[in-house]
């Protein structure tokens, strides 16, 4: 059964960085796609970012385009979000969540109710 687990979050001043890390255990995260969420209080979840199986794939929400980086490391059965120039309106509940599709390449982010697992979040919070 796969888990994962997020890390990473703090507090940053605006444009500042972090890295956030979803960490999987109980089964290889090479078998899914990952993507990044995060929530704002009072706002629906929403898609920041996903990485294809082989990582070869990416997509970013307009809103981070340019300043997110999504990356894997399979080996480590880890995905990390390095988020750049951070701004407050990124401060969110930041979650990861696995997508178990092989042919899932990252051309839109899969709905919500579709992932196979997700972490409990990990908070960002972008003010000075």
């Not at 990124?90 to 990861?96: I, K, N, Q, R, S």
């Not at 409990?120 to 919070?125: D, I």
């Given at each position: 059964q796969l888990q994962l687990v997020e890390s990473g979050g703090g507090l940053v001043q605006p444009g500042g960085s972090l890295r956030l890390s979803?960490?999987?255990?109980?089964?290889?995260?090479?078998?899914?796609a990952i993507v990044w969420?995060?929530?704002?209080?009072g706002k629906e979840r929403e898609g920041v970012s996903c990485i294809s199986i082989s990582g070869?794939?990416?997509?970013y929400a307009d809103s981070v385009k340019g300043r997110f980086t999504i990356s894997r490391d399979n080996a480590k059965n880890t995905v990390y979000l390095q988020m750049d120039s951070l701004k407050p309106e990124?401060?969110?509940?930041?979650?990861?969540a696995a997508f178990g599709h092989p042919q899932y390449y990252c051309s839109?982010?899969?709905?919500?109710?579709?992932?196979?697992a997700w972490g409990?979040?990990?908070?960002?919070?972008v003010s000075a």
């Open positions: 979803c960490a999987a255990s109980g089964f290889p995260l090479n078998y899914y969420f995060r929530q704002a209080p070869t794939d990416t997509n990124d401060t969110a509940v930041y979650y990861c839109a982010f899969a709905p919500q109710h579709e992932y196979d409990q979040g990990t908070q960002v919070t």
